[in-house]
């Protein structure tokens, strides 16, 4: 999945959050009486034509009261700010304002990586100037992580591999990241999908696993505890719905789930070549005992090793 996608899952999923971290200037208009939708990107392809960018996540706020206007939030995630086009930006804001008829629109870019982008567009002449675009820039790269270690917003905590530290703080961000994850999301598929976000982003090698399990047992302690319950939950819930569509989801839920754990245990290679074997084992059972093994496994190679022998058919 690509870093667009990624972020636009994280806008979608987290509304109100991302509108607090990324556009915290506008975010006092957001109150507890409005309500935000993300527009449908089916209508938006049928409207705006080839203008249309999958990356932009519109975000249309809404008072149900009727006494304000309705406010619109267009966020694009640039992972190369050579890519960035300001003018495509402003194109796609006075499409987005004339569809909705509302001048109420908010441009926010988010910046991964360093370069240089343009934060403004004047059109005009020597003599007036008569359109002046600018966006709300939001650089990651340039946000002190330490700043947000602590902050009760989700979208901050898990971002904060994607912010500014020093190396050898690199394990406390990424350990204050997931006990964010941990304290701030109930929901155990959302802890799933935004553990991996976490993981992709910190970029761990096996070595940091293995400090980062040692120096904060308990947050690796939890999330594996949670992977695991997860995966009995799968199971169970696959069994007791007593059809095979529904065991085949239990079995899909806990070897993405194992996979999740072997790239957190040991690298995102480890998990890459633990998958084609983890598809050949059908045996719920099997699966469960390599959820419990893999907590006990000293290093990559006798996970492989263990994987290797539980997919082997049984002569």
């Known amino acids: 999945m690509s870093h667009d996608q990624n972020f636009k899952n994280l806008i979608v999923d987290y509304p109100y ?29 049928e409207r705006l034509g080839e203008r249309f960018r999958e990356l932009d996540v519109p975000l249309l706020v809404e008072w149900p009261d009727g006494q304000r206007a309705a ?15 300001i003018h495509r930006l402003a194109h796609y804001c006075l499409d987005l304002a004339e569809l909705f008829k509302t001048d109420r629109v908010v441009p926010v870019v988010i910046f991964l990586r360093a370069g240089d982008y ?51 703080d690199k394990l406390e961000v990424y350990a204050q990241a997931v006990r964010g994850l941990i304290e701030l999301e109930p929901h155990p598929e959302k802890r799933l999908k935004y553990a991996d976000f976490i993981d992709i982003y910190a970029a761990l090698d096996e070595n940091e696993r293995q400090v980062y399990s040692q120096r904060y047992p308990r947050e690796a302690a939890e999330m594996t505890g949670f992977a695991q319950r997860f995966i009995q939950e799968g199971i169970q819930q696959g069994i007791q719905q007593g059809i095979q569509q529904g ?69």
Do not use: C
Request: glycine share 4%; proline share 6%; net charge negative.
């Open 71 to 85: 406010l619109l939030f267009v966020l694009e995630e640039e992972t190369d700010p050579k890519r960035f086009s």
């Open 118 to 168: 343009p934060a403004r567009l004047t059109l005009g002449s020597e003599r007036s100037g008569y359109l002046d675009f600018h966006y709300l820039s939001s650089a990651l790269f340039q946000i002190p992580a330490r700043e947000h270690l602590h902050s009760r917003n989700l979208v901050a905590r898990l971002i904060l591999p994607s912010m500014a530290y020093a190396p050898q």
């Open 247 to 315: 065991m085949e989801r239990g079995l899909e839920a806990e070897r993405r789930l194992l996979l999740l754990m072997a790239k957190m245990r040991f690298d995102a290679a480890t998990a890459t070549r633990s998958a084609p074997l983890l598809e050949r084992i059908g045996d719920p059972e099997a699966l469960e005992l390599l959820g419990e093994a893999l907590p006990d496994s000293v290093d990559a190679a006798t996970w492989l090793a263990a994987v290797t022998q539980a997919a082997e058919p049984v002569t």
């Open 17 to 45: 959050e991302s509108i607090a971290f990324f556009a915290a200037v506008e975010a006092h208009a957001v109150d507890a009486g409005a309500r935000i939708l993300p527009i449908r990107e089916e209508q938006l392809k």
